[in-house]
């Protein structure tokens, strides 16, 4: 799984993807403090325990470099940026039933127009499964050579993966 990069300075400051989701009745927010535990849990629960790792860290920045997903008051998505290392989008994800409303989207766009908005200029999406999304979405370009990226020399549990 290699490594893209995004040109945050070509993205468009258009964040009306927040009022299309609201239209879905989804809201796509920063999380607060409270509501860490809940979120950790819910990563875990649907994703992985290094994922809600990687969320644990995103709620302990300040700012909170994260956005949750809700539908009628209960989490169905997330995604968040430097977790693993500055500069980098990720992990993100939505309940698998909930796929295919543009929530993944929606998530992806609120974090890079964020990393946008702090002064980045470029995006780091880390060990990419679907590059033609990101391709697709955002104008995401491989970055040669880069695998297996920052995760080369990672402690984890047999059997775990990204």
């Known amino acids: 799984m290699t490594d893209l990069l995004v040109k945050l300075y070509n993205l468009k400051d258009?964040?009306?993807?927040?009022?299309?989701?609201?239209?879905?009745?989804?809201?796509?927010?920063?999380?607060?403090?409270p509501e860490k535990h809940l979120i950790v849990d819910w990563v875990r629960e649907h994703f992985s325990?290094?994922?809600s790792s990687e969320i644990d860290?995103?709620?302990?920045?300040?700012?909170?470099?994260?956005?949750i997903a809700l539908e009628a008051g209960q989490m169905i998505g997330f995604?968040?940026?430097d977790a693993t290392a500055l500069g980098f989008f990720g992990p993100t994800g939505v309940a698998e039933a909930c796929r295919g409303k543009g929530t993944g989207k929606a998530l992806l766009l609120a974090c890079l127009?964020?990393?946008?908005l702090k002064g980045y200029g470029y995006a780091?999406?880390?060990a990419v499964g679907p590059a033609a999304f990101y391709e697709k979405v955002v104008g995401a370009t491989e970055i040669p050579d880069s695998t297996p990226s920052i995760w080369?020399?990672?402690?984890?549990?047999?059997?775990e993966h990204l």
């Open 124 to 126: 780091v999406i880390g």
């Open 57 to 67: 860290m995103a709620m302990a920045n300040r700012p909170i470099t994260c956005f």
């Open 113 to 116: 127009l964020d990393m946008k």
């Open 49 to 51: 325990d290094a994922w």
């Open 79 to 81: 995604a968040c940026y």
């Open 14 to 33: 258009d964040w009306s993807f927040l009022q299309e989701q609201q239209a879905l009745g989804i809201a796509i927010r920063k999380p607060i403090g």
């Open 152 to 159: 080369v020399n990672w402690l984890h549990a047999r059997g």
